[in-house]
Nanobody
Framework: QVQLVESGGGSVQAGGSLRLSCATS???????MGWFRQAPGKEREGVAAISTLGGSTYYADSVKGRFTISKDSAMNTVYLQMNSLKPEDTAMYYCAAGVFRCGLDSGQYNYWGQGTQVTVSS
């Protein structure tokens, strides 16, 4: 079992930045850590993912060049730096851990956090 706790969400104006953190109980046994988001009335979508082994990263087209995912293996923590935020980035953001292939498909993930809200105003 892997426990995940997100933090760092909040309200910000368009163009601003936020950094989300995901503290995990362990990286051992996982292959991938990902960030997903879900806005009201919309499906959950993959935002970014990072391999816990090799460090390869994956991004949704909508956030490329604005968001950066990173990890601190010593702290078992994954970060999502979000810059140039837009109102359409408003959503609940979830951290997830997977034990198989790495990517942006939510079906590849086995463990989920409770989420942290990000609200971007225009």
């Amino acid at each position: 079992q892997v426990q995940l706790v997100e933090s760092g969400g909040g309200s910000v104006q368009a163009g601003g930045s936020l950094r989300l953190s995901c503290a995990t109980s362990r990286f051992y046994g996982t292959n991938c850590m990902g960030w997903f988001r879900q806005a009201p009335g919309k499906e959950r979508e993959g935002v970014a993912a990072i391999s816990t082994l090799g460090g390869s990263t994956y991004y949704a087209d909508s956030v490329k060049g604005r968001f950066t995912i990173s990890k601190d293996s010593a702290m078992n923590t994954v970060y999502l730096q979000m810059n140039s935020l837009k109102p359409e980035d408003t959503a609940m953001y979830y951290c997830a851990a997977g034990v198989f292939r790495c990517g942006l498909d939510s079906g590849q993930y086995n463990y989920w956090g409770q989420g942290t809200q990000v609200t971007v105003s225009s």
